[in-house]
Nanobody, 125 residues
Framework: VQLQASGGGLVQAGGSLRLSCTAS????????MGWFRQAPGKERDFVAA????????YYADFAKGRFAISRDNPKNTVYLQMNSLKSEDTAVYYC???????????????????WGQGTQVTVSS
């Protein structure tokens, strides 16, 4: 499975961006797809995940209320709508795909078998 992430860019603090991640094959029925981010010199952090079948979602605490993950199964695409962006949201954002249900392990990068190339998000203050 190949994942193609897009939608990053430069935005002012308080602004919004929508990231997209398209998979090379059908994602409905078995996939768990997630977003992670990595700022320079920091570890890769979990942002949000969604089960492609029933659309169950799971968010990191910092993402709750500001970010929204959604999916479009016919397009094999998952989105991350990011609102009220802050300078600390600046990072490379990666999408990932794995299998199974949402559990506490969903926030662990090792739960995902496939990764996209990342898209840069820069929030200016």
């Amino acid at each position: 499975v190949q994942l193609q992430a897009s939608g990053g860019g430069l935005v002012q603090a308080g602004g919004s961006l929508r990231l997209s991640c398209t998979a090379s094959e059908r994602t409905s029925g078995r996939f768990l797809m997630g977003w992670f981010r990595q700022a320079p010199g920091k570890e890769r952090d979990f942002v949000a995940a969604i089960r492609m079948t029933e659309s169950t979602t799971y968010y990191a605490d910092f993402a709750k209320g500001r970010f929204a993950i959604s999916r479009d199964n016919p397009k094999n695409t998952v989105y991350l709508q990011m609102n009220s962006l802050k300078s600390e949201d600046t990072a490379v954002y990666y999408c990932a795909a794995g299998y199974g249900i949402i559990t506490s392990a969903t926030r662990n990068a090792r739960s995902y078998a496939y990764w996209g190339q990342g898209t840069q998000v820069t929030v200016s203050s």
